[in-house]
């Protein structure tokens, strides 16, 4: 699995997400409320918005649009209007800087 530098840890408050570029993909970087830092296609399923601009709740990501909820675990949405899942990443820490995979691990197309 091939990982891309994508920023400083540090640079990433709890609650919020980022948005970068990782292997040609737009992906959101999410520092969670549980102190993890997860990755998503930073794109909703349903209606083609950054989700990188919406909230964090939890270990889910709001597409600010319509208000569709996403697992930063698995990718999949908690409510409507989304239907189908957005492509989640895996991150590793190492030395206090954020890599991002740039193969989905959930099997979504990116």
């Not at 570029?21 to 399923?45: I, K, L, M």
């Amino acid at each position: 699995m091939t990982f891309e530098l994508v920023g400083a840890a540090g640079d990433v408050a709890k609650g919020t997400a980022i948005s970068v570029e990782v292997g040609g993909v737009d992906v959101a970087v999410v520092h969670a409320d549980d102190d993890t830092f997860y990755a998503v296609r930073d794109e909703c399923s349903h209606a083609s918005v950054a989700l990188s601009e919406g909230e964090v709740d939890g270990c889910t990501l709001e597409c600010w649009l319509h208000g569709s909820r996403f697992d930063l675990r698995t990718g999949e949405p908690s409510g409507l209007p989304a239907t189908e899942p957005v492509a989640t990443f895996a991150v590793e820490i190492r030395d206090g800087d954020i890599y991002v995979s740039t193969t989905p691990s959930n099997g979504v197309n990116p």
